[in-house]
């Protein structure tokens, strides 16, 4: 086999199996850029949602976790290459998932309690399913009813659902 390095570095310059980029190829990276900007709004607007409630809540904290593709794919069982971010409070849980190209599912759960934890197989139910497209610069966000909604809208009911 050839050194080590050059062999991981010819896979990293794409050298090993190159190829060229067909039209459908490029339309899934523009795709794929446009599913990356839309949860990283997603996912910023909710830090910060976090951070603003962490620094006034004198009850339980919130956090916020990016899930890597892997963790998605195998441990929640989710078949395909999706992106996509959780909340928890000590109660609930909620994920943030690339559903399809224009689409991001909102899941929540309860999270069972202590003396509960044999009925922990209930279902996550869905919050919300947003679509969204680009228009201009930015991104519009329309509800399961297609009624256009501010992404901000939409992490202050998912923080109030976490809490309440």
Known sequence: MQNFKEAIMGIANGREGAYSKTKTEALSNEIETRIHEVIEIL????????????????????????????????????????????????EKFVLFLEESPDKILILGKKIPKEENREFALNRAIQLIKLQYEKVGDRYAFKDNTGSTIDHKEIIVHIIKWLVN
């Open 43 to 90: 996912f910023k607007q909710t830090e910060l949602g976090v951070r603003i409630y962490n620094e006034e809540s004198d009850n339980f904290k919130l956090s916020i976790f990016r899930l890597p593709r892997e963790f998605i794919t195998i441990f929640l069982n989710i078949p395909s290459d999706r992106i996509g971010f959780c909340l928890t409070s000590e």
